[in-house]
């Protein structure tokens, strides 16, 4: 291996031990050595129910339980975090109302859904019939996940 490449390949190293898990890890370009990609997102989640229902949640991750809440009309929960290296991060969501439910992923890796998310933050409205996205890209809510009858 040329020096120039054993150089390289050092200071890839001791970024990704120095950034932890906040360093994009895919096949190593020049401007991934020269400038790591931080990944910090924040996930909404807000009741838009217009029939003043309580909404309620119960958000985790394979390392985090973030506890259960309730939401009024209009209330919202949301959490900042860093996406790890491996991009193996998935927060998902039990969301129930009076008369249904549902258990809906809110995180994962997928650039479609970081574009719509604008790369930094997902905005999800629980209404009526369903869960919906804000789209960043068109300026539009986009129904992803429809209710489920019962508890």
């Not at 193996?88 to 969301?95: A, D, I, N």
């Not at 996205?133 to 009858?149: K, P, Q, R, S, Y």
């Amino acid at each position: 291996m040329s020096n120039i490449k054993q150089f390289l390949l050092a200071i890839y190293i001791s970024l990704l031990l120095t950034c932890q898990d906040r360093v994009v890890a895919r096949s190593a370009t020049m401007s991934d050595i020269i400038g790591p990609k931080i990944s910090e997102w924040q996930v909404m989640v807000v009741n838009g129910l217009t029939t003043s229902e309580t909404l309620f949640i119960h958000c985790k991750s394979k390392e985090d339980d973030l506890g259960e809440h309730n939401l009024r009309l209009g209330d919202r929960f949301s959490w900042n975090f860093g996406e790890n290296m491996l991009h193996t991060t998935l927060f998902w969501c039990y969301l129930s109302k009076d008369d249904s439910h549902m258990n809906v992923k809110v995180f994962w890796d997928d650039v479609i859904l970081f574009h719509r998310c604008g790369w930094k933050k997902c905005v999800w409205t629980a209404k009526t019939d369903g869960l919906y996205l804000w789209n960043f890209a068109n300026g539009e809510d986009l129904l992803l996940e429809n209710w489920e009858a019962g508890w």
